[in-house]
């Protein structure tokens, strides 16, 4: 969905982008042997480092250019999925910013915070909050099992209810004057050391799922191609 300019939409959710009448393994079959082995070979490699065990949660995101920036560090170090809580407005992203990979990162939207904060506890993620004074260091991070990383608005923080559910803080150690960095490079520093030396965590059903994703973004018209298979079969 666009808005404002061609250049800012609000990126979709975890959604597959063919019917219920196919599977993975299904899709897989009749796609892959229409991609060269190169890049059959590169969407195995990302997608087996791919990691479950950290997200991140991002408390009201105001600016498109950060929310694109952080949906990109996302993609380089592995997170698969992003949660967002828009509150006053509706989560955007620039185009020109996340280059393409809001395809590649699931994002989903929570209607308030205390129910994000509820959904990640009971898939059994801690949630740590950015703070100039936290406890934590960023080389923390890489020793907590499931880990959500928590980021807050531009001008207002981290709300109140996810302040009280993040029982521990992380800092950025800085020698300068300023206290506290842009919420995007802050999350690129976090998500850097936080997946540091973490294997690939995701289900061999998601990695399928995932590949499947994967392969249908990389052939032209394939759900005309798909389409037409499942005509055939009837």
């Not at 975890?14 to 059959?40: H, K, Q, S, Y």
């Not at 991002?58 to 999925?81: E, K, W, Y």
């Not at 590649?104 to 949630?127: C, I, K, P, Y």
Request: proline share 6%; glycine share 8%.
């Amino acid at each position: 969905m666009r808005r404002e300019s061609e250049d800012v939409f609000a990126p979709s959710g975890p959604t597959l982008p063919w019917g219920p009448e196919w599977t993975a393994d299904a899709v897989i079959a009749v796609l892959e042997p229409m991609v060269l082995d190169a890049r059959r070979a590169r969407l195995l490699e990302v997608i087996a480092g791919r990691l479950g065990s950290v997200t991140v949660l991002m408390d009201a995101p105001h600016d498109p250019h950060n929310g694109a920036a952080i949906l990109r560090s996302c993609d380089a170090f592995g997170v698969q999925t992003v949660h967002v809580v828009p509150r006053n407005e509706e989560f955007l992203v620039s185009g020109n910013v996340a280059k393409g990979t809001e395809r590649w990162v699931d994002v989903t939207r929570h209607a308030s915070s205390e129910r994000a904060a509820q959904a990640l506890t009971n898939q059994g993620f801690e949630l740590v909050a950015t703070h100039p004074k936290g406890a934590l260091v960023p080389d923390d991070l890489a020793d907590i099992p499931r880990l959500c990383l928590v980021l807050g608005n531009e001008h207002d923080g981290i709300a109140e209810a996810l302040t009280a559910a993040a029982p521990r803080s992380v800092r950025i150690p800085m020698r300068g004057f300023v206290e506290s960095l842009n919420v995007s490079v802050s999350a690129a520093i976090l998500l850097a050391r936080a997946t540091r030396g973490r294997p690939g965590d995701l289900s061999e059903y998601e990695r399928r799922t995932l590949y499947a994703r994967g392969l249908h973004a990389t052939v032209n018209r394939a759900a005309e191609i798909l389409a037409a298979g499942l005509h055939g079969a009837r």
